[in-house]
């Protein structure tokens, strides 16, 4: 709970109609911060935002209520930190700088508007991390609460790090926490909504700085944000390079919170290392005499593209996919 | 009806679950063109789009299903023009070219993946008018449909148009329909649905050529996308500016079509003229000198920032605000 929120006085609860699309539009901004490179931020058609070397790196994800995030199990500033971490993640997976975000925001009339305060003070606090500040947005009516947020980046002169890159006799390398947001989600299913790990559902901690570094210091040759799943992220990965991906599954960083729930849940963790989305880890190809400080957890191969392991495949590794059940 | 649309056979209605989410984003990917400036297209984790100034121009808008549109009265391929539309006008109104849309899409999983084809025609076929293209998106299954665009653009070395620039002595004048899509709307709801106003409710025909014109040879020194109605967005130019604005009523352009709906309804044209929002025109300031071939309808003032009349305003000149009845 933070200290800063404004509270209603008396327990009367303000909604969104109460103050109407503007004066909604008004609390959230005056809780946003200052980004550097922002020309024109929120209040006009649209923002002007400064990316030096006249390319504009963005991407655009949808958290939807009851399929990305439960108000029961999430507070709206959860919501915020997630909201902007996924996406921010996508710019870094490119090697880029993030500087700005966009919000759209659907939502009930009678959400009440501290909600949106909330949710405002997460995405800012989330962009403070990098730098980046929000600086346009849309508020609408609706039947469920949908945040649909784009980032931008400036890539400072370097090239993209694309999906596209890894070669033959590359090692994949992975900076950042895997499994635990899966974790997390699992445990919360079953009712552990008190351990420590269901926090990494409800707000990822994304290795920003180790995207970076990855792209600067160790040359990456593919990058990718780990959303659906490290098996499946990698796949794209292949997919899109051209090569095979192998991976030694006892090479695969396991926290120790993941050994504990997993006895609790009675499975085996290296399935949400393996399979689990939402940590926004960051999986990398870097060449053969690059030695990054990360768990290095295969290598790429020529040949057909796809996922193989050198030893046992964890059960579930095969990720997650919208629409599928 | 689009003639390159494919069609199930045999009447079996293939939905987004059955081909997954992947496979319904391959599907969409097919229908969208190449943009000029496209570095990094659909399928990474960002798509990286040439701003060769250094600026980027970025704005988000939603459209949501039963707020925005409804399946039963427009088309796929409407809500994808519009969704495009409203938001590449945005762009068009800083007098900055549009280059790019990123397009987040919720829907229930039961939807028609056709449905999703066609919206991509339609946001595909509404790029084409300013050389743009869909460069990214995200698909996430939710109970309703939600369309979330974000617009790029850039400014080739211009001064974006805001909304703070009117000076007293400015004209006001406006390019594009004013009215038409909210007396199309008026007629749905009456159950005139074969009216050919019904269409600008739909599909918005946007004047993007007459904004920059505005912008490079006419000098405007504020502009705004008229999407809550032309009194409720002078009003933010007013604001913005610090200044008052006067209009006459008798100068408003009311084209015929609306004299005819307004018969048929029983109401003032002029209330939507004045009121109605989602056609998309844009409202202009221009200095004193500067002669655009477009309906002056008022002219800026020193004082306290308000929208005034100089003759009566027109009854329901107030616009549209989300979350107000």
Redesign the interface.
């Given at each position: 709970v933070r200290p800063d929120r404004i509270r209603p006085k008396g327990g009367v609860v303000i909604s969104?109609?109460d103050v109407?699309?503007?004066g909604?539009i008004a609390r959230v901004v005056a809780r946003l911060g200052q980004g550097r490179g922002v020309?024109?931020g929120p209040?006009?058609?649209?923002?002007?935002?400064?990316?030096?070397?006249?390319?504009?790196?963005?991407?655009?994800?949808?958290l939807?209520e009851?399929?990305?995030f439960r108000r029961d199990w999430s507070s709206a500033y959860d919501v915020g930190r997630k909201a902007a971490a996924q996406n921010l993640a996508?710019?870094s997976?490119?090697g880029?700088n993030p500087v700005?975000l966009?919000?759209?925001?659907?939502c009930p009339?009678d959400l009440p508007v501290e909600w949106l305060e909330e949710l405002a003070d997460g995405l800012r606090d989330e962009c403070d991390l990098v730098g980046a500040a929000v600086?346009?947005?849309?508020?609408?009516?609706?039947?469920?609460v949908?945040v649909?947020v784009?980032?931008?980046?400036e890539?400072a002169g370097r090239a993209?790090v694309?999906?596209?890159g890894a070669r033959p006799g590359d090692l994949v390398v992975v900076a950042g926490g895997l499994g635990l947001a899966a974790a997390g989600l699992d445990l919360l299913l079953a009712g552990h909504s008190e351990q420590p790990l269901a926090d990494a559902h409800r707000r990822p901690a994304v290795a920003y700085q180790d995207a970076m570094r990855l792209a600067v210091d160790y040359a990456a040759t593919s990058?990718?944000?780990v959303s659906d799943g490290l098996v499946a992220d990698l796949g794209h990965v292949a997919a899109?390079s051209g090569v095979r991906i192998e991976l030694t599954a006892s090479d695969l960083p396991v926290d120790p919170r993941l050994e504990a729930a997993a006895q609790l849940l009675g499975t085996d963790p290296r399935s949400w290392v393996a399979g689990g989305g939402d940590d926004h880890a960051f999986a990398a190809t870097v060449p053969p005499g690059s030695s990054p400080p990360y768990p290095v957890v295969g290598r790429v191969l020529a040949g057909g593209p796809g996922v193989v392991f050198s030893d046992a495949q964890p059960p579930g590794a095969a990720g997650h996919?919208?629409?599928?059940s």
């Open positions: 969104v109609s109407g699309e503007f909604a020309l024109v209040g006009d058609d649209a923002a002007v935002v400064a990316v030096p070397d006249g390319r504009v790196v963005a991407s655009t994800d949808l939807v009851g399929r990305h996508d710019i997976a490119m880029a700005g966009l919000v759209g925001l659907a009339a600086v346009g947005g849309d508020l609408s009516a609706g039947d469920c949908v649909a784009t980032a931008l980046g890539l993209p694309t999906r596209a990058m990718i944000d899109a996919q919208h629409f599928r």
